[in-house]
């Protein structure tokens, strides 16, 4: 067996023989995989060394191992091949037993096994199926008390390691008591996870209890399982009282120490959304179910704030505008003055540029906006009209004029709009010259976020639009994310949508308002400003907001800019501006 790995394993045993004294504080640490050596031992757990030595270390094989020595006796398996087993009494009748993990490239097996006489009998305990891109199991097991056995199961996986942990009742009838799955990192979950373990009665019933620690980057959750009839019962109070602590940090540093700030803030994302499963993205794992159920996180909520703050004093525009959009969809609950930080911060951010803006229309009600030429803007509003820039003459336009600035490239079909329902945000689109439409998924809705009401509304100006229509389907922004839902000539879903990232190319021409043709240059309006998205330069965000921003009453309700991306129509309140910088 690997040193580095014998001497983890040691180390949780040490820490379980010492536990009054190293987890009588806070010490709820986590269960998830892998042991890791908790640091330099003092004078008492070196002296308890000799006596954790004595709990049974379980014998690894190397692959194609397809017998195993029970006692006196053979176990031929019937499928796979063994990865390890561990000797020891089950039901307290001479000969020793074994717990085996055997594998194959489905499917991961444990069983009990019996010696009767020459003969073997196993009974299964448990198992769980692997994914196709998922080889090269490698497994560990050992005793880890007097009750409880831990085995740990490693596979390589094409994006990284995925790690399995059962914990198991040393008793005539085995029975996994836990079972934790670590998955390999995802775009949304990059850190990496280690564990360390231990085994204590922390509640005094005389019953194990196991504790251990996950790190996720260099934050340290600590998690604890309660031994109970009827499994093991997880302390509710972690991770966010872990969270909670760093959050408040990161809040007291934020006037005085910016890059401290961020970092303890970031520190509560990462560890949110590798544990919990309201961000779409966890990567623990407990019974087969797929994270830990947080629910709403105040702690997240205060973190992002602090994180948006600092993006937008650094002048990160986009990168605050990201962290806005996941602070305004997870599930966090935001206070009032968490909110008066991150608008008062985007109201004081440093503008890239100054920007200046004049009025050249009004409007009482929401209108459609968009640029016919760099000269001529369209508004369709109640009146429907074009606007020569240059000279400041309006011309009527009859209903034959108006023609949707978002339709396909030969101008059959058009999006009329973005609606946001139980379903998710989905797109209306419908041919240009006939009232029938169809809808369009551009993001469903994640199953951890219920619609308790139906709803069937228009999206803001803020949540999802559509930019424009490029020859590979639609082009849509929410803040930061761009996102291409690819269509058929028929305007119906044609395959799953593609996120992209900054400075990848652009699906081109496209036809929209809110963006160039090129795809070069975008706008993503929010209520304390624009951002203008240069995708050449890397995905970077241009802050535009006049002095006079706040004089101008009523919300943003339309955004256009110019076929150059040099000008930018806005619609605020009654009010319809030209922007320029």
Not at 114 to 129: E, H, K, Q
Not at 207 to 234: C, H, K, M, Q
Not at 462 to 481: H, I, K, M, T
Not at 490 to 501: E, M, N, Q, V, Y
């Amino acid at each position: 067996m690997n040193v580095c790995r014998s001497q983890r394993w040691g180390a949780a045993l040490v820490m379980f023989l010492t536990g009054a004294l190293v987890g009588g504080c806070s010490g709820r640490k986590q269960v998830p995989f892998g042991l890791q050596d908790a640091g330099a031992p003092t004078e008492l757990t070196a002296e308890t060394e000799e006596g954790a030595a004595e709990l049974p270390v379980g014998t690894t094989f190397q692959p194609n191992q397809v017998e195993v020595q029970v006692a006196e006796s053979t176990l031929v398996l019937q499928a796979g091949y063994a990865l390890a087993a561990l000797q020891l009494d089950l039901d307290g009748n001479e000969p020793t037993d074994a717990l085996i993990v055997s594998a194959d490239p489905q499917e991961v097996r444990l069983q009990a096994a019996y010696p009767r006489g020459l003969d073997v009998t196993a009974r299964n305990i448990d198992s769980f199926l692997v994914p196709s891109h998922c080889a090269q199991p490698a497994a560990e097991i050992r005793q880890l008390s007097a009750s409880l056995v831990g085995v740990r199961v490693e596979h390589a996986c094409e994006t990284g390691k995925r790690t399995n942990f059962w914990l198991i009742t040393i008793e005539a009838q085995p029975r996994v008591r836990e079972r934790i799955t670590v998955l390999p990192p995802n775009d949304r979950s990059t850190a990496p996870i280690d564990l360390e373990l231990r085994v204590e009665d922390r509640d005094a019933d005389g019953y194990d209890d196991v504790v251990a620690s996950v790190r996720i980057g260099e934050t340290d959750v600590p998690l604890a399982w309660l031994n109970r009839p009827g499994g093991f019962a997880r302390d509710a109070s972690q991770p966010e009282a872990t969270l909670r602590e760093l959050a408040d940090g990161a809040w007291e540093a934020l006037g005085s120490d910016l890059a401290g700030a961020n970092k303890r803030a970031l520190a509560v994302l990462d560890a949110f959304v590798a544990l919990c499963r309201e961000s779409g993205a966890a990567r623990i794992g407990l019974s087969g179910t797929h994270g830990l159920q947080c629910q709403q996180s105040p702690a997240t909520a205060r973190a992002v704030s602090v994180a948006i703050t600092a993006a937008i004093r650094r002048g990160s525009f986009v990168r605050a505008l990201e962290l806005q959009r996941w602070w305004e969809g997870i599930a966090t609950a935001p206070t009032p003055e968490e909110r008066e930080v991150v608008q008062a911060a985007w109201r004081k951010a440093k503008a890239n540029t100054t920007p200046t803006w004049r009025a050249i229309d009004s409007e009482g009600s929401p209108a459609t906006l968009y640029f016919r030429d760099a000269d001529t803007l369209v508004v369709d509003g109640r009146a429907p009209r074009a606007i020569q820039l240059s000279s400041g003459s309006k011309t009527r336009l009859s209903e034959a004029d108006i023609v949707p600035p978002v339709q396909d490239p030969e101008g059959r079909y058009a999006v009329r709009t973005v609606r946001a329902t139980c379903v998710g945000f989905e797109a209306e689109v419908g041919p240009i010259r006939s009232k029938q439409t169809h809808r369009v998924p551009i993001e469903r809705r994640s199953g951890n976020v219920p619609c308790k009401t139906p709803i069937d509304r228009p999206a803001s100006v803020f949540e999802w639009a559509v930019l424009g229509w490029a020859p590979q389907g639609l082009v849509a922004a929410s803040g930061d994310l761009l996102r291409v839902v690819p269509l058929n000539a028929f305007a119906k879903p044609a395959g799953r949508h593609i996120d992209l990232r900054a400075g990848s190319p652009l699906p081109a021409p496209i036809r929209g308002a809110r963006i160039t043709a090129d795809g070069s240059r975008y706008v993503i309006p929010h209520p304390e400003g624009v951002v203008v998205r240069d995708w050449r330069g890397g995905g970077a965000g241009l802050w535009l907001r006049p002095a006079d921003w706040n004089a101008v009453p009523g919300e943003l309700r339309s955004i256009a800019i110019s076929p150059d991306g040099q000008r930018i129509a806005i619609q605020k309140g009654s009010e319809i501006r030209l922007l320029t910088w």
